[in-house]
């Protein structure tokens, strides 16, 4: 049954979860073998639950900086993002209840589009 609140237990649960997903995806799992090996996989969820936790539960634990990590990585896409958080999106609601889920998709897609922008968006440079 889905859990009807978001916790640290819950977001830990369903984080580990959505990366399990993640690391066998074809399209955006070479990205995440590349940059995390697999020795460093439990250190990468404990900075993602702080992160997601600072993001939802509003703990202030993560101190990153999210978009230089992703800048870093070089050779992301628009559609590993899309991938990303269609897998994110299928785990939420296959965990959580769909307030919960919904919250929880709504703020990674704002943060999806903030970085997305940020790497891909390259206005005109010619000024008419």
């Known amino acids: 049954m889905p859990d009807a609140t978001l916790t640290e237990t819950s ?3 369903f984080l580990a979860a959505f990366y399990a997903k993640v690391r066998q995806d074809d399209m955006i799992g ?3 073998a590349r940059a995390i090996p697999d020795s460093d996989w439990p250190r990468h969820l404990a900075v993602i639950q702080d992160f997601w936790s600072s993001v939802l539960l509003k703990s202030g634990r993560y101190k990153g900086n999210p978009f230089g990590k ?3 990585l070089g050779g992301l896409e628009p559609a ?3 991938r990303w958080l269609g897998l994110f999106e ?3 609601h296959a965990v959580f209840e769909p307030a919960v889920a919904g919250t929880m998709i709504e703020r990674a ?3 999806g589009d903030s970085l997305k922008a940020g790497l891909f968006f390259r206005p005109d440079s ?3």
Do not use: G
């Open 11 to 13: 977001l830990a649960a």
């Open 30 to 32: 070479p990205v995440f």
């Open 70 to 72: 992703h800048q870093a």
């Open 80 to 82: 590993h993002f899309a």
């Open 90 to 92: 299928d785990t939420a």
């Open 109 to 111: 897609h704002r943060i």
């Open 126 to 128: 010619q000024v008419p």
